[in-house]
């Protein structure tokens, strides 16, 4: 459908032009209600802290998914199943953490998700390594936010982080396709 001359409206400008076109789909449009259009954005946000309330709860249930998978791994030996579960648990509350409230576990999990995914063999990577991501979690969501905590947090997180990509990078150091991922920055917000 080409515009009719008088619903276009050009502005001149010295070094260019700008050409609005009149918006046909008023004349067809209908509004419902007397009432103020729907913000859905508003509408998501209120949602939103209406369940704010529950984040605690379902984070307990999210670092305890991923205290089970380690011990599920440790007891059952690194294969498939328990990998998987470990990066599942791991990566739910990365991608999870930050919106509800705990950045901070985000990015341990992330760290943890790093070590799962780069390792050439899990079941060589430290015991104590994995246990003290999944310990990182569990502290972080266990404290909440509270007032004093982020420098802390901030510290544990740097520390998990340097503590794997070195271990990362020693055990991939005949991998370049690893060592460049490896040494990425982090993708998490907040760290």
Not at 59 to 67: F, G, I, Q, T
Not at 80 to 87: C, I, N, P, Y
Not at 153 to 163: G, M
């Amino acid at each position: 459908m080409t515009p009719r001359p008088g619903d276009l409206q050009i502005a001149t400008f010295s070094d260019h032009q700008v050409i609005t076109q009149a918006n046909p789909l008023r004349k067809v449009m209908r509004r419902v209600g007397g009432g103020p259009a729907d913000d859905p954005i508003a509408r998501a946000e209120r949602a939103l802290a209406d369940l704010s309330g529950e984040f605690a709860a379902w984070m307990n249930v999210e670092a305890d998914r991923l205290a089970e998978a380690l011990t599920a791994l440790r007891r059952d030996g690194v294969n498939e199943d328990t990998q998987g579960e470990l990066f599942r648990a791991a990566h739910d509350i990365k991608g999870d953490a930050a919106t509800f409230g705990y950045p901070a576990a985000a990015a341990a999990a992330e760290s943890l998700c790093r070590v799962i995914e780069h390792a050439p063999d899990l079941a060589r990577v430290p015991d104590e390594m994995l246990a003290n991501h999944v310990n990182a979690v569990q502290a972080i969501v266990r404290e909440g936010a509270q007032p004093g905590k982020d420098e802390l947090q901030r510290a544990l997180i740097s520390k998990l982080r340097n503590v794997a990509d070195e271990y990362l990078a020693a055990v991939n150091r005949d991998r370049p396709d690893h060592l460049e991922a490896i040494l990425a920055p982090s993708i998490v917000p907040g760290e």
